[in-house]
C-alpha cells in the first residue's frame, strides 16, 4: 500500500511564497515520477510540474520561471517551491507518484493566494 502525505499549503498573499512538501511510504520502486496537480474550484485537475527519479522535470507554462520542483530519493518526498504567487493559482494541490502504470495521488492541500 502506497500513502502519500502532503503539507505546506495555506494562504499567501499575491507575491508571496510558500513551499509544498510531499512524503511517500509503502511499496515504491526506485524508478518513478513524482509530481504535483491542481484543481480549481469548476476546473479539471492539471498538472503543475513532474519530476522523474532520475531528476528530470517537467513544468507547465503558466508556472515556469515561478516554481521549483525538486525531490529526496533517499526520503522519496517531493517538494515545490512556489515563488511569485497568483491568485489565479488558488487551488487544491495533490501531490501524485507514478510507478510504472499505477498512480497515487495524496488527500491534497488547499492553496489559496489573496489579492
Known amino acids: 500500500q502506497v500513502q502519500l502525505v502532503e503539507s505546506g499549503g495555506g494562504l499567501v498573499q499575491a507575491g508571496g511564497s510558500l513551499k509544498l512538501s510531499c512524503a511517500a511510504s509503502?511499496?515504491?520502486?526506485?524508478?518513478?515520477?513524482m509530481g504535483w496537480y491542481r484543481q480549481a474550484p469548476g476546473k479539471q485537475r492539471e498538472l503543475v510540474a513532474a519530476?522523474?527519479?532520475?531528476?528530470?522535470?517537467n513544468y507547465a507554462d503558466s508556472v515556469k520561471g515561478r516554481f521549483t520542483i525538486s525531490r529526496d530519493n533517499a526520503k522519496n518526498t517531493v517538494y515545490m517551491q512556489m515563488n511569485s504567487l497568483k491568485p489565479v493559482y488558488t487551488a487544491v494541490y495533490y501531490c501524485?507518484?507514478?510507478?510504472?502504470?499505477?498512480?497515487?495521488w495524496g488527500q491534497g492541500t488547499q492553496v489559496t493566494v489573496s489579492s
Open positions: 519530476i522523474t527519479s532520475g531528476g528530470r522535470t
Open positions: 509503502g511499496m515504491i520502486f526506485s524508478i518513478n515520477v
Open positions: 501524485s507518484l507514478q510507478i510504472i502504470a499505477a498512480d497515487y
